[in-house]
């Protein structure tokens, strides 16, 4: 499993850029690892800026009393 997210991630970060720069020219490598690290940013960030919303979400979910069985 983590090697086809990781497959996936790199594929993206490969064709991106190619939208933008031929894969021949010199930039190409920047574009793709400026393009890179603003996946690692956007990942860092929805980690830390969903951690409370997951926080309370259990939190509610310990303090919610059972569902009655019939």
Do not use: Q
Request: proline share 10%; net charge positive.
């Amino acid at each position: 499993m983590p090697h086809w997210i990781s497959e996936s991630l790199l594929a993206a970060i490969n064709a991106v850029p190619a939208l933008f720069v031929e894969e021949g020219s010199p930039n190409f490598t920047l574009i793709r690892a400026m393009f890179g690290l603003i996946i690692i940013l956007v990942v860092i960030f929805l980690a830390t800026w969903l951690r409370p919303y997951c926080s309370a979400l259990v939190h509610r979910l310990r303090n919610s009393p059972p569902p009655d069985k019939a």
